[in-house]
């Protein structure tokens, strides 16, 4: 299983923190992301953020990342003012 | 000075020491500059450079620390020293009225630490190049609505350049930058410049995520250049 935590603005409009899913890349992972979240849009997703183990961005443009069981994948939001 | 040893506690004499002889540059005197700089005053800071092109408008009244009716249309940076004067005197504080880009590089001579609180990742991302060619340590802070995130940037990790990607802007944009993020993400910058300056651990190369909305902090980056071998 992967094991997926929402933080941000994510977490905050769709009330979902975590979630266990089973899925061997990032786009399994979004696809069964939006079927267990309906609310949640594909483009909400595509503007996240995403680390893996706490080791590694990752952006829209490598969703063919492949994922291992028991990889932690956080979707959360950019900051930029101050 | 007497007053800065109400610090003793958590820090000790020789920790005092170290503060009033470092040198800290700070780019962005608004919204996380201004509580970053009150906060770094009042823990003994001894030398200042706010870089700041900017004049107070109506609209930085909802955050900006020391935004008020009197200051609006004075130079952020001239108001910013003179509050830090009025809390320190003895302070050795310069005022630099250009953007980032146009700072001529004599003024980082003696700096030991240069800090990112300017609010718009194009700013962010060239001030991490600035760092990066002086071998200067950057600490990164930036906001958007309830949300936050702090770093220390260390030469050569590029760390602002992967995290942030292409993105030209974040939820600052649609949820903007209400002062209580601004107070609390200052004042946790202090915090980490501090322990910067005394050798206790950081956000090296670490990026951490604030909500205040869930109140939740927690690490959610650490730059590990081995990860891309897995």
Known sequence: MVHVKFFALLRSNHRVSELSLKASDMKELTDEILLKVPSLSKEELKQAVIFINNKKVMHEKRFNEKLEDGDVVVFTNFVGGG | ?230
């Open chain 2, 1 to 230: 000075m007497e007053w800065q040893k109400a610090n003793l506690g958590i820090f000790n004499e020789t920790d005092i020491k170290t503060f009033q002889s470092s040198h800290v540059l700070v780019v962005g005197g608004g919204g996380l500059g201004a509580h970053f700089l009150n906060g770094m005053v009042r823990s003994a800071i001894g030398k200042v450079t706010i870089v700041d092109d900017d004049v107070y408008e109506e609209s930085n009244l909802n955050r900006q620390l020391f935004s008020t009716p009197e200051t609006l249309g004075q130079h952020k940076a001239d108001v910013v020293a003179d509050a830090l004067k009025a809390i320190n005197p003895s302070l050795d504080v310069s005022v630099v009225k250009t953007r980032i880009q146009s700072v001529g590089r004599e003024r980082f001579d003696d700096v030991d630490l240069i800090v990112d609180a300017v609010d718009n990742i194009v700013s962010k991302l060239h001030i991490e190049g600035l760092a990066n060619d002086l071998d200067l340590p950057l600490l990164h802070g930036a906001i958007g609505g309830w949300f936050a995130q702090i770093g220390l940037v260390m030469p050569g990790s590029f760390l602002l350049t992967e995290f942030y990607g292409e993105a030209l802007h974040g939820l600052e944009k649609s949820l903007r930058c209400p002062t209580f993020t601004l107070g609390l993400t200052g004042n946790l910058m202090v915090a980490e410049a501090l322990k910067f300056f005394t050798g206790k651990p950081t956000l090296e190369n670490r990026i951490l995520f604030v909500d205040a909305l869930n109140y939740e902090m927690r690490i959610l980056y650490e730059k590990d250049d081995s990860y891309g071998s897995r």
